[in-house]
T-cell receptor, first 115, second 116 residues
Framework: AQSVTQLDSQVPVFEEAPVELRCNYS??????LFWYVQYPNQGLQLLLK??????LVESINGFEAEFNKSQTSFHLRKPSVHISDTAEYFC?????????????FGTGTRLKVLA | NAGVTQTPKFQVLKTGQSMTLQCAQD?????MYWYRQDPGMGLRLIYY???????DKGEVPNGYNVSRLNKREFSLRLESAAPSQTSVYFC???????????????FGNGTRLTVT
């Protein structure tokens, strides 16, 4: 069965410093990969997604993630974080096999940006 | 555009009581989902409805039932609440393109349920 691992449950980082949130998934023939962000007392919102094509995908607020098939990873990065980036981030995978019905979520990483 | 709306936002139940969590989406999505979120466990799928008229079990369906009332609405019922069902419940919807799930999920803001 497909699985997603986010090894870091919490990541503290100072404002304007770079950050990397790690995500690894179990191998599959083809996968679709997503990062979602959850702000306090809200639902999850799509941050970015990899479906096919370029392995580097970007969000509108400066985050980027790189699909690495050989390492089965989809790490999320931002070169300079802001206080407003404080949130919980979830990696998710959807198996690309036709008819597969569900997304598998990681356990989440809490990013805390310190002033 | 409201997106996915969940009611109520908060609820406290006593063990053994029943309740229904309501979810409605106005994006004309065909697939709808119920997840629960618990600390350190991420999101776990309870039930889903791939299209109007169909429902299927997810990872943790025990103690829950669902109804896909129409294309817009998907409700989750707890028949006899237990403390283990204390959680935050999220409804989500998705526009399925063909038979492959590569569209993003759209989430509601959640229902925070406490069972004492």
């Amino acid at each position: 069965a497909q699985s997603v691992t986010q090894l870091d449950s919490q990541v503290p980082v100072f404002e304007e410093a770079p950050v990397e949130l790690r995500c690894n998934y179990s191998s599959s023939v083809s996968v679709y990969l997503f990062w979602y962000v959850q702000y306090p007392n809200q639902g999850l919102q799509l941050l970015l997604k990899y479906l096919s094509g370029s392995t580097l995908v970007e969000s509108i607020n400066g985050f980027e993630a790189e699909f690495n098939k050989s390492q089965t990873s989809f790490h999320l990065r931002k070169p300079s974080v802001h206080i407003s980036d404080t949130a919980e981030y979830f990696c998710a995978v959807s198996d690309g096999t036709s008819g597969t019905y569900k997304y598998i979520f990681g356990t989440g990483t809490r990013l805390k940006v310190l002033a | 555009n409201a997106g996915v709306t969940q009611t109520p936002k908060f609820q406290v139940l006593k063990t053994g009581q029943s309740m229904t969590l309501q979810c409605a989406q106005d994006m004309n999505h065909n697939s709808m989902y119920w997840y629960r979120q618990d600390p350190g466990m991420g999101l776990r799928l309870i039930y889903y409805s791939a299209s109007e008229g169909t429902t299927d079990k997810g990872e943790v369906p025990n103690g829950y039932n669902v109804s896909r009332l129409n294309k817009r609405e998907f409700s989750l019922r707890l028949e006899s609440a237990a403390p283990s069902q204390t959680s935050v419940y999220f409804c989500a919807s998705m526009k399925m393109t063909g038979a492959v799930y590569n569209s993003p999920l759209h989430f509601g803001n959640g229902t925070r349920l406490t069972v004492t």
